[in-house]
């Protein structure tokens, strides 16, 4: 069994995009790009809102390419590798292999998959987040804090939400990132 854990790569102040929906501010360097790599083969499944697999579905062909950096042909393969669900009710279709639509979030349905998964579920994006927040079925939150404040935008957590949490474990990159890893407390 594994776990279901929401992780985000956002800015100080809690954000996942700025107000025009940019994010290039939060692109992994080569030490925390290798990091996640390393802690994503843990990972058997991805859940995914449409927006972030609009993002994600690059990884099906970025990092093939003969002058790819080492940590991004890594990603891409450990991406590619594994399955994904993308949860929507306006994409038409998905067009990456190992992913399936489905129209409806249902907790209990999602609960059955971490239940069966091989590894970690990761759930990305931060509406599709907040409803297994608030349906309470998140194990752990990881979060990849960058060392800037944009103050405002898409938030990396919902407003009006209550989870009390354990720290797990810290780790600080060079470039200034802090990613935190938390133990939902049920």
Known sequence: MGHLVYTGIGSLDGYVADVDGGFDWAAPDEEVHAFVNERDRAVSLELYGRRLYDVMRVWETYGTEPDSHPVEREYGEIWRGRDKVVYSTTLPEVTTTRTRLARDFDPAAVRRLVEHATGDVNIGG?????????????????????????????????????????????????????????????
Do not use: K, Q
């Open 126 to 186: 931060p509406e599709l987040a907040a409803h297994a927040l608030r349906a309470g079925i998140v194990d752990r939150l990881e979060y990849y804090a960058h060392p800037v404040v944009i103050g405002g935008g898409s938030r990396w957590l919902p407003d009006g939400l209550r989870v009390d949490l354990r720290l797990l474990g810290t780790n600080r990159f060079a470039c200034g990132v802090v990613h935190l890893e938390y133990a939902v407390v049920a």
